[in-house]
């Protein structure tokens, strides 16, 4: 009990930490100097080229946290960007040219398949970036160079806030590319507010569990659910999902919103409700408002996760709708991914699950 700080479960401690997750992944990262000009220290990838292009190869949550970071890596960091699940990287002969690195990223550095992938890369000759959280993990100590992803031990079998480190840490990266590549095109911007976000994800969080904690009642009884988003967005709506049927073993679809209409569009009727993120200063928010026109006019539930100040959805009807506080584009990504985690933790929580520690689940994958 003390181990949990006061708190129910692991699960919600360890989302509850990730303001100090943030800060501590940043720590010793960021340097600003008297005439406030910022830059990103990656020390660990000063030694190696920047790679021509990035294959980033990792399973579950860890696999979510890299297609989040794709698009980080190819817009702020210039970086060409492929993604891979490790267990089909392994076996599928991939192509890795001169200058190609691959990047395998595991919360617990043991993951059979991550590890598998990790070696058949370095017998192609790639130089290897691990990005872990365990510190002296097999991935850890195979990789030819380590970032750690500093979130501390992860108890819940949920993987939480070693996400939200490795999204840091991706985002880094990216920004320490940019600089690399050409320190004209360095995203201060997004520095400045990553720097921010502690304070401002700290001060939202309680009232984000409360509002989770209402919704959950209201969702109880659904039985499946679909999440939808676009861009970065979709990442975390496959998170979502992922999240939900873990921890309450309820039938959830992760999709890109765009895919919708080629097939689970069929699905929707009043008993499957949809997670939609409509995030305002996503450049798809007009398109994601259509997605949830064509839910409601199929009789679908929606929880529509919005900005407080975001373009307004009440016209269409949309009875459930969850505000978070405005932030820069990219940064509004951490709020929505705590307020997926609480809504899965709360609903688990409601329906009596084991949140900790979720049936047939282990917290690490260590066998094929
Ligand atoms: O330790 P890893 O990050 O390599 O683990 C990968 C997955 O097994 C892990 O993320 C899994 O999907 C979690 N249960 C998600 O909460």
Redesign the pocket.
């Known amino acids: 009990a003390a181990a949990k700080g006061g708190y129910k479960h692991f699960m919600l401690k360890e989302i509850m930490e990730q303001p100090r997750v943030i800060t501590d992944c940043l720590t010793g990262r960021v340097t600003e100097e008297p005439d406030g000009s910022l830059s990103v220290h990656l020390q660990e990838l000063d030694g190696i080229p920047v790679p021509s292009r990035l294959h980033i190869v990792?399973?579950?949550?860890?696999y979510n946290a890299g297609l989040w970071g794709q698009q980080l890596l190819e817009n702020v960091g210039g970086i060409p960007t492929d993604l891979d699940i490790a267990s089909e990287f392994r076996y599928r002969d991939p192509i890795i040219l001169p200058g190609e690195a691959v990047m395998v990223?595991?919360?617990?550095?043991?993951?059979a398949d991550?590890l598998a992938a990790l070696r058949l890369a370095k017998e192609k000759g790639a130089k290897v970036i691990g990005l872990c959280n365990v510190v002296g993990s097999s991935i850890a100590r195979e990789a030819d160079v380590v970032l750690y992803t500093q979130a501390g031990p992860e108890i819940s079998?949920?993987?939480t806030k070693?996400m939200c480190s490795q999204m840091v840490l991706i985002a880094l990266m990216a920004l320490y590319y940019g600089q690399r590549r050409s320190p004209a095109v360095f995203d201060r911007n997004l520095l400045v507010a990553l720097r921010e976000l502690p304070e401002k994800l700290a001060a939202a969080l309680p009232a984000m569990q409360k509002r989770a904690e209402q919704l959950a009642l209201r969702f109880a009884s659904s039985r499946s659910f679909f999440y939808l988003g676009r861009g970065q967005y979709n990442a975390l709506a496959l998170e979502g999902a992922?999240?939900l049927k873990?921890l309450s073993y309820i039938h959830a679809e992760g999709y890109a919103a765009g895919e919708m209409k080629h097939g689970p569009i069929a699905l929707i009727d009043p008993q499957f409700p949809t997670f939609a993120l409509a995030m305002d200063d996503d450049v798809f928010f007009p398109k994601v408002k259509s997605n949830i026109q064509e839910v409601l006019a199929r009789q679908g539930r929606v929880i529509a996760l919005v900005q407080e100040k975001g373009r307004s959805l009440s016209s269409l009807g949309v009875e459930d709708i969850w505000r978070l506080p405005d932030s820069y584009p990219v940064i509004s990504c951490f709020f929505a991914l705590s307020a997926l985690q609480l809504f899965s933790y709360c609903m688990a929580d409601v329906l009596g699950k084991d949140v900790d520690q979720p049936r047939n689940?282990a917290?690490?994958?260590t066998v094929e």
């Open positions: 990792a399973c579950g949550t860890s990223i595991s919360q617990s550095g043991e993951t991550t079998v949920a993987s070693a992922l999240k873990e689940l917290k690490s994958v």
